[in-house]
């Protein structure tokens, strides 16, 4: 996925692609289903980590439309790297993992995470007209300018 195909889609529908990006990653097993502290044998799992996110919850909130603008789906995706960076010491391989899919998952979702830096391209193309406008206008009062000059010269 290259930045200028992310320009035509919908902040819902990049968001799609990165969690897909991100849930099909190598390092994403530990954050596909939520953490299960009595399989895991890790009860002071819960006392720590309150608020638990992992990707199939995220993926089942973006397709039930449950998030309304896209910066809901960036946090949870951070929750779920702040938490797996809370509970596992740094360094652990989970740990880790999380630092190196969030640092992922932040390349891939700029575009829609800084809405600055975002272009309209409606707005950039009329824009650019009349940039070109101005110039053809400049051009044409130079030319007059150095047509008047020369008439005066003669």
């Known amino acids: 996925m290259c930045d200028s195909d992310i320009e035509l889609l919908s902040d819902m529908e990049v968001c ?3 969690l897909g990006h991100i849930m099909s ?16 044998n890790i009860p002071d799992y819960p006392n720590i ?4 996110m992992d990707l199939s919850s995220v993926k089942k909130k973006l397709e039930s439309f449950e998030y309304v603008e896209a910066q809901q789906f960036i946090a949870d995706m951070d929750l ?4 797996a960076k809370t509970y596992n010491p740094p360094n652990s391989d989970v ?4 630092q190196i899919l969030q640092k992922l998952f932040h390349e891939k979702i700029r575009p829609i995470s800084m809405p600055h830096a975002r272009v309209d391209t ?17 051009k044409e009062l130079r030319n007059s300018k150095e047509k008047e000059k020369t008439k005066e010269e003669n």
């Not at 994403?28 to 399989?39: E, M, Q, T």
């Not at 409606?122 to 009349?130: A, V």
């Open 49 to 52: 980590i309150t608020n638990p």
């Open 16 to 18: 799609e692609k990165v």
């Open 95 to 98: 740990h880790t993992m999380a």
């Open 122 to 138: 409606k707005l950039y193309n009329n824009l650019l007209d009349t940039v070109k406008k101005l110039q053809q206008e400049l």
């Open 25 to 40: 990653h190598r390092y994403a097993f530990p954050f596909l289903k939520p953490v299960d502290y009595v399989a895991l």
């Open 80 to 83: 779920i790297f702040q938490n």
